[in-house]
């Protein structure tokens, strides 16, 4: 099994349509947690307006099942029409400095 894999996913709503997005991304977050790799799965505002997921998956081999699954494609329909562009999606690996708690999410 490979190393944890934390990611992050911007959407940048259309104008007017911010609650509507936060609402459907809602909706599949506690699902999401009942996922087999599932750390941490957030959303959070970013002062650009956009809405920033923070995600943390114990395995690449979790995430790929994750991303593969119905939870996603659920809420991957719910935000048609809500968005500007496609999600960006961002892997990151840790880097790990300082303790291992404090180095890495």
């Given at each position: 099994m490979s190393?944890?894999?934390?990611?992050?996913?911007?959407?940048r709503p259309v104008e007017g349509a911010r609650d509507e997005l936060?609402?459907?991304l809602s909706v599949g977050i506690a699902e999401v947690?009942?996922?087999?790799?599932?750390?941490?799965?957030?959303?959070?505002d970013a002062p650009d307006g956009t809405?920033?997921?923070l995600e943390?998956?114990?395995?690449?081999?979790?995430?790929?099942?994750?991303?593969a699954g119905d939870i996603v494609a659920r809420m991957n329909a719910t935000l048609?029409?809500?968005?500007?562009?496609?999600?960006e999606i961002t892997l990151l690996s840790p880097i790990p400095a300082?303790?291992?708690y404090q180095g890495q999410l």
């Open positions: 190393e944890a894999v934390v990611v992050t996913v911007t959407f936060v609402k459907a947690h009942t996922e087999t790799g599932c750390e941490l799965y957030a959303i959070h809405i920033i997921m943390k998956w114990s395995s690449s081999e979790d995430l790929e099942a994750h991303g048609v029409g809500l968005l500007e562009s496609a999600p300082g303790s291992s």
